[in-house]
């Protein structure tokens, strides 16, 4: 079964940065997203980028601060968090992008990785 693997996260205070990476394997060349799950809250989505990169989409509380990118020859994505805000805190995951219009996720999720941002 192929699952993405994150790795980045950490602890930062407010107004700091991260970049988060994504690998993926065996169902490369997607459109991908990054999607986040506070404690007590249901998993949202934040980010998402054509196969080819030359598109980008952006829920509207990161909008100006998340930039979404990839590198295909590496099987990566990328989310680079700047001004982060206590309310970014959350487990981050990124996954395939099985309908584009709805951003629905595909059901291959990894473990994510834990953004904590301190006030």
């Known amino acids: 079964q192929v699952q993405p693997v994150e790795s980045g996260g950490g602890l930062v205070q407010t107004g700091g940065s991260l970049r988060l990476s994504c690998a993926v394997s065996?169902?490369?060349?997607?459109?991908m997203g990054w999607f986040r799950q506070a404690p007590g809250k249901e998993r949202e989505f934040v980010a998402a980028i054509s196969t080819l990169g030359l598109i980008t989409y952006y829920t509207d509380s990161v909008k100006g601060r998340f930039t979404i990118s990839r590198d295909n020859p590496k099987n990566t994505v990328y989310l680079r968090m700047n001004s982060l805000q206590p309310e970014d805190t959350a487990t981050y995951y990124c996954n395939w992008l099985s309908d584009w219009e709805t951003k629905k996720p595909s059901d291959y999720w990894g473990q994510g990785t834990q953004v904590s941002v301190s006030s």
């Open positions: 065996g169902r490369t060349l997607r459109n």
